[in-house]
């Protein structure tokens, strides 16, 4: 189940629990069509958050932020590469984040047909945006590290 949370005034709130089939454009559309009189204008009434469980649900996984981040730092990278910038990972969470931001359209994947066998991982346009995004949020992680060891 994802929650879909609206925004009024300075807190949010659950305004119902949609299920896997009415993620994104759907479920949006459902909220839409429900509450169409009071959300012309964000300053008019709640905004809906619903397209954001299903990133967030990807991006909430154990290094999936830290994978985006390796892989467009690095570049074109091999399965090996990414596994060396992590201290704690288990081959097998690496290898299903891996998967799972191929499959999510973060990350491409390409195979060459090589003995032994070549793997390389690279951030796709919509990936590069999300690292992009995630650019800041890192900025504002190392402050407030620095501001605990400060204390």
Known sequence: MVHCYFETQSYYTVKAEVSNELRGTTAMANNQ??????????SDGPICYCPLGGVMDLLSRRYAMQVVCVVGA???????????????????????????????????????????????????????????????????????ESVQTES
Do not use: H
């Open 33 to 42: 069509e429900t509450s169409s009189e009071t959300e012309n204008s964000p």
């Open 74 to 144: 690095l570049g074109p990278a091999r399965y090996s590469e990414i596994e060396d910038m992590f201290d704690d990972v288990s081959s097998s969470t690496l290898s299903t984040r891996l998967d799972e931001l191929v499959a999510a359209g973060y990350l491409s994947r390409e195979q060459y047909a090589e003995i032994p066998p070549r793997v390389e991982y690279e951030l796709t346009e919509k990936g590069e945006s999300l690292r992009e995004k995630l650019d800041p949020l890192l900025e504002w992680v190392t402050e407030q």
